[in-house]
Every structure is written in C-alpha cells, then in structure tokens.
C-alpha cells in the first residue's frame, strides 16, 4: 500500500496536571505497562479479528516522540518536548487512539479518539448529536457516526509522522514505535492514565453508534468538490429529517507549505522537491497550444525527469520497447500553495504529441492529471489547446473533417488539486458573476437560478441575488437582484436590470425568502414583446400563524437592458391563525395572470382572475374536527400607464 499522508483537526481535551514536576523521572515499561498498554483488548476489538488479513495499512501500536513542534501563524513556534500515543486497531478500517504530549512551562494535554481509514485518507471520527432538532429526546436518537477531520499520517518502517491542525496552528508529531527497552517520561502517566480512561469511555459511544439501528439512519457520503461530506437521513418516532456534516478545510490557504514539505522530507526521497524547484515558471493566465511547431530548435526541448515525476504512473508505456514514448519538455504554474502543478510534454512515436497537466501533493503524488494540448501530423485533423487559469481551466477540441469544429469543455481546478469538470450552465454562471463584478462570496447561490428563454435558444435569462450584507446566516439576510440575459454562445450579458433590496421587497427575517423561480409562460405585453416573470416565495415560520406568498415581476427587452413592468404582483397569498390543533380559520388567494386583447398605452391589458378560498375549522359536538370551506372568484384589470403595469381605477 502507498504511503499516505493526511490531514485532520484532532480536537483536544485538555486533562490538566496540577503538580510541576522540579525533577523528570523516568518509569520502566513494565511498570507502566498496565496503564499505556493495557490489556489485549486494546490491540483488537475481538480477539477473532487477529486472524484477519487487512488490506488498509496497520498503523496500530505504541509510539514515542522523536520530535515535536508547534506552528501557530504570525506567533513563535514551540517545541513539543515529550509525548506518546497508543493506536489500537479496532476493524479492517478503524483505528484508536489516545495519546499525551508536553511543552515547556505547560501541563500535559491528552487527547483521544477513532480515526478510520476513508478513501486512502484519515479522519477522526465524531458522533451526531441534534440537540437542535424540535421534538429531540437524547435517549431516543440514533446517534451515528461522521468524517469529522482529517489526519495527515505517514507511516514508514518504525516511524509514525503525524500532522494535526487547528484555525491557525498546525503540530508537527514525528514518533518511533516503543522498543521493549525503551521508558516514558513519568511526567507524561497521569494524563495518559486519564486520557485512557476517557478513551474507553467514548469508545462505549463510539460502538453504539457504529451499530446504529439501520431502519431508523441512514449514512451517505458524498464528495462536494474539495471535501468528503457526511449525510444523516433521520427516521425518528418523533421526526424525519436530515443533516449534512462535514469538517474544516484542511489546506489552511497553503500557510504552511514550508513547513509540511520541511517534515515530509523526513519520508519521501528529496528528489522531487529538488527536481519540482529546478522547473521553469510560467505565468497564468495562459494559452498552452504546444505542436510540432514548437519543438523545431534544439533548445526548445528540455530535460524531464521521469522517475521524480511519476510519469509512468500517467504513461505506462513511456521508455518501453516498441512504442517510442518521450517526455520531452516541462514547465510549471502557480495554481495553489497547497500542491505543485507541472505541464509536462510527451511525444507519442513520430506523429501525435501532448501536453499534460499534472497536480503533485507536496510529497510528489500525482493527485490528478488532464491533457491540454496535442497535435498530430499524419491526418491534421485534429487539435487541442487549453487556457489555464487560477483556479479554471478551458479546453477546446479542434476537428477539422468538412469544415472546422470547435467544443469546447470546462474543468474547475479544486483547492485540493483535483480537475473537476463543470457545466456550460456552471461556466455561464461564472461569467456573469466576473462581468458584474461580483465576489461569488456574496451571491446567494441557493437562490440563483437560471433558464432558457423558450423562443431563442441562445438566451438564458439568470437571476442572480447578491447578499447586502455579509453577516447573513440560512434565513436572515437582504438580497440586491441582478437580473439579466446572458448569450450563451459568447457567454456575454446582452440586456440586464438592477434593483435594490431597499425597493425589490428580497427581504428574509421572520418571514422567510425561500425561492426564486423564472416564468417563461407567454406573456405577450405587445405584438413585438413578450415578457418574462421572476417570481419569489415567502414562508413564515410561525406554526400558530401560517403564512405563505409568491410575488411575479414582469420584465421586457429595452435596448441593452431589462425594463420591469409589473412589480411585486401576488400570485399566491395564504395565511391564518389557529390553535395548532383544529380550531382556527385561513384564507387562501390564487391569482391567475391572462392577457387581454384590449390595448392601453399600446401594451394589452392583464386581466387578473381571483379564486379565493376561506375555511374555518372548529370542534363539533362529538369532539371532532370539522372542516368548513367557502369559495368565490373574481376579477380585475390591470393597465400600463406608460411606465408599468396598475390596477384600473374602474
């Protein structure tokens, strides 16, 4: 198995120690043995699973410091001066821990947990807890385990290298596995004692929620671009619902990419640091279109180490007999702090060639790969060349058969080194949100929303809601609308239309913006215009005093920009007021929109039809709730005074 390293924040729990010790004494192992070791029972959860072959990498044992440091960012750094850990397997996945460590002046801090392999990555473990959930009753959850962390761990021979993070400070842990002759420190047994102790204690919790009762959780994981979430489906006596749990991101903006690759380089060959510091640098953003006619000069080939790179890894048959496969060039960009990116090119025999890029962690792993370019000579029918940028990269298929054809894909170049592709719908949205010159930071992206404009294909109409506000949480917050039509060939924004929160009514608090929908129906205002509708949704959250409404803006071409004709119109208002369990009344209105064939100011009328129902509820004789509805309808007219659209007078 490859050695892996990986990343996680392992939350402390701090078990003071009250006395300083004036002297450091030394215990012998077998006076200690009981309390780090314990019984059997730590090396195995049964003792049945010692004849199981394993094919995750055992990283169990009882490890002691070689050295240790804390980095905490724009503060000094301190040495972590003593420290231990106890690793027990638990399963084919799952690993134990608790462990003690001390710095000068400080008491020793303990810390416990499970971490499980996943992915060929490391997490600690951690146990769902909805004490926020309406209705929760502690002793009637299903409690069920999440990927919480990530660990950076690299194991090699005896040594166990361990990488833990926090907000602003990352631990460097370098240990050796405890020979029999070999003491701990005396200062470090207390809190290892309790920290075993509380060990065990969350290893109970730990046990029932990994045999969590199926029918009512479910567990799902699923990747969200940089990071591995963690999905409860809850199927409670008192509720269903579900929760997403996920952890901090753990590359800290690449803060600490010369320290990490300084304690990597205890395992990894220093080759690839030295071969990935010698390759040329090139500037973003940039257009790699490399052909044959970019290799005609004897300088314009250059030397690629194989082996540093890991190029057979990606091309299996590169220096084999028979296929004439060359690495003949490289270059390298500043994507990201986090890992390394080098385009390498490789030529395939006397006719194609191409270019790769290729993402490096900091130990020299490839984490992902995509060709940019090539080019072929036999036929010259076909191309590919690429525009990488910061985080994006943009690459166009070039055939030439009859006649030149072009498609063209998008890819997102994550912040943990993986090339993701994306939509034309994605890379339109992105576009639109750089020509405003949007943060997409403070778009609500919930509530974006886009479509096709059904009588012309190549014009996607995009509502885009942008926060007024940035301290905004799920259900309070302001919205500005930027609503406009995008060309989606060119990706260019044709016409647009600009409200502010202070008269567009996109307003969240108690009563709460759910949803932003486009209605294309066809709402022809004039023989030449047809209008589009944007309509918003609102929900209250009082159970006592329901409340739902849904609003329509209507919207037409006008000349490079969107004029609104109707504002803020109700097409859907309900509320009421009840006891929460029968007695009570409610309203409900639906308005229905239909144009009129009478002209006012040259744009048709809007005749708008009601239907209004009012029930009331109350408990009859028996007991029983009863049910009383009354339904009318109705009418009125809406006209265009030459600027917008109002309810007529008359």
């Known amino acids: 198995m490859k050695n892996i390293y990986i990343l996680i924040i392992l939350v402390f729990f701090s078990c003071a120690q009250n006395t300083n010790e004036k002297k450091e004494r030394v215990l012998k192992v077998q006076d200690i043995s009981e309390q780090i070791v314990g019984t059997s029972t730590d090396?195995?959860?049964?003792?049945?699973?010692?004849?199981?072959?394993?094919?995750?990498?055992?990283?169990?044992?009882?490890?002691?410091?070689?050295?240790?440091?804390?980095?905490?960012?724009?503060?000094?750094?301190?040495?972590?001066?003593?420290?231990?850990?106890?690793?027990?397997?638990?399963?084919?996945?799952?690993?134990?821990?608790?462990?003690?460590?001390?710095?000068?002046?400080?008491?020793?801090?303990?810390?416990?947990?499970?971490?499980?392999?996943?992915?060929?990555?490391?997490?600690?473990?951690?146990?769902?807890?909805?004490?926020?959930?309406?209705?929760?009753?502690?002793?009637?959850?299903?409690?069920?385990?999440?990927?919480?962390?990530?660990?950076?761990?690299?194991?090699?021979?005896?040594?166990?290298?361990?990488?833990?993070?926090?907000?602003?400070?990352?631990?460097?842990?370098?240990?050796?596995?405890?020979?029999?002759?070999?003491?701990?420190?005396?200062?470090?047994?207390?809190?290892?004692?309790?920290?075993?102790?509380?060990?065990?204690?969350?290893?109970?919790?730990?046990?029932?929620?990994?045999?969590?009762?199926?029918?009512?959780?479910?567990?799902?994981?699923?990747?969200?671009?940089?990071?591995?979430?963690?999905?409860?489906?809850?199927?409670?006596?008192?509720?269903?619902?579900?929760?997403?749990?996920?952890?901090?991101?753990?590359?800290?903006?690449?803060?600490?990419?010369?320290?990490?690759?300084?304690?990597?380089?205890?395992?990894?060959?220093?080759?690839?640091?030295?071969?990935?510091?010698?390759?040329?640098?090139?500037?973003?953003?940039?257009?790699?279109?490399?052909?044959?006619?970019?290799?005609?000069?004897?300088?314009?080939?250059?030397?690629?180490?194989?082996?540093?790179?890991?190029?057979?890894?990606?091309?299996?048959?590169?220096n084999k007999e028979g296929y004439n496969y060359r690495a003949i060039a490289s270059y390298k960009v500043k994507i990201s702090k986090a890992f390394h990116s080098v385009i390498v090119t490789i030529k395939k025999g006397d006719n194609e060639m191409e270019s790769r890029l290729i993402n490096y962690d900091l130990k020299g792993n490839i984490l992902d790969s995509k060709v940019i370019s090539y080019d072929e000579i036999a036929e010259a029918q076909s191309k590919i060349e690429s525009k990488i940028e910061k985080n994006k990269l943009t690459i166009h298929n070039i055939l030439w058969i009859d006649e030149k054809k072009i498609e063209t894909t998008f890819f997102e170049i994550k912040s943990n080194g993986k090339i993701i592709p994306i939509s034309k719908e994605e890379e339109l949205i992105d576009s639109v949100i750089e020509q405003l010159n949007l943060d997409l930071s403070k778009v609500n992206t919930d509530l974006l929303v886009t479509k096709t404009m059904p009588n012309n294909s190549q014009e996607i109409i995009m509502v885009i809601p942008a926060y007024v506000n940035t301290n905004n949480d799920e259900h309070h917050f302001e919205l500005n609308s930027h609503i406009v039509i995008v060309n989606s060939n060119t990706g260019k924004i044709t016409h647009k239309y600009f409200e502010s929160s202070q008269t567009n009514g996109w307003v969240s608090d108690a009563i709460q913006l759910r949803e932003i929908t486009i209605d294309t129906a066809p709402y022809l205002v004039s023989k030449n215009n047809r209008a589009f509708g944007v309509k918003v949704h609102y929900y209250g959250s009082s159970k006592a005093n329901p409340y739902s409404n849904k609003t329509i803006s209507l919207f037409i071409k006008s000349k490079n920009k969107l004029k609104k004709l109707l504002h803020n119109y109700d097409v859907m208002n309900y509320g009421g007021e009840w006891n929460t369990e029968c007695v009570g009344e409610f309203t409900d209105v639906k308005n229905t929109l239909i144009m009129s064939k009478e002209k006012t100011n040259e744009y048709f009328d809007i005749i708008i039809k009601s239907k209004v129902t009012e029930t009331k509820n109350s408990v009859n004789e028996n007991g029983e709730c009863d049910s009383n509805e009354k339904t009318t309808t109705k009418s009125v007219v809406l006209k265009f005074n030459g600027e917008k659209y109002i309810k007529n007078k008359n």
């Open 43 to 318: 090396k195995v959860e049964d003792a049945k699973e010692s004849s199981i072959e394993y094919t995750v990498e055992d990283i169990s044992g009882v490890y002691e410091l070689v050295h240790g440091k804390t980095h905490i960012i724009g503060d000094n750094n301190f040495e972590i001066y003593k420290a231990a850990i106890v690793i027990i397997r638990l399963s084919e996945t799952d690993f134990g821990f608790y462990s003690a460590n001390k710095t000068k002046g400080i008491s020793p801090i303990g810390d416990f947990g499970v971490l499980r392999s996943f992915k060929n990555d490391f997490y600690k473990l951690a146990i769902c807890n909805e004490e926020g959930v309406e209705g929760y009753d502690k002793n009637n959850f299903s409690n069920g385990l999440y990927l919480h962390n990530k660990v950076f761990i690299h194991k090699k021979g005896g040594l166990l290298g361990v990488i833990k993070y926090g907000s602003n400070f990352r631990n460097y842990m370098l240990y050796k596995k405890k020979k029999d002759a070999s003491d701990f420190y005396i200062s470090l047994n207390k809190t290892i004692k309790n920290t075993k102790q509380e060990y065990y204690k969350y290893l109970e919790n730990y046990k029932k929620a990994k045999n969590f009762d199926a029918a009512k959780l479910k567990i799902e994981h699923q990747f969200n671009g940089d990071v591995w979430l963690t999905k409860h489906f809850h199927k409670e006596n008192y509720k269903s619902f579900k929760n997403t749990h996920s952890y901090q991101n753990p590359y800290q903006e690449g803060q600490f990419i010369k320290e990490d690759a300084t304690f990597i380089s205890q395992f990894e060959n220093p080759n690839f640091n030295k071969v990935i510091n010698e390759i040329r640098v090139r500037s973003l953003p940039l257009v790699d279109n490399t052909n044959f006619d970019s290799f005609i000069e004897e300088g314009d080939y250059n030397e690629v180490n194989i082996k540093a790179l890991k190029l057979e890894e990606v091309y299996p048959k590169l």
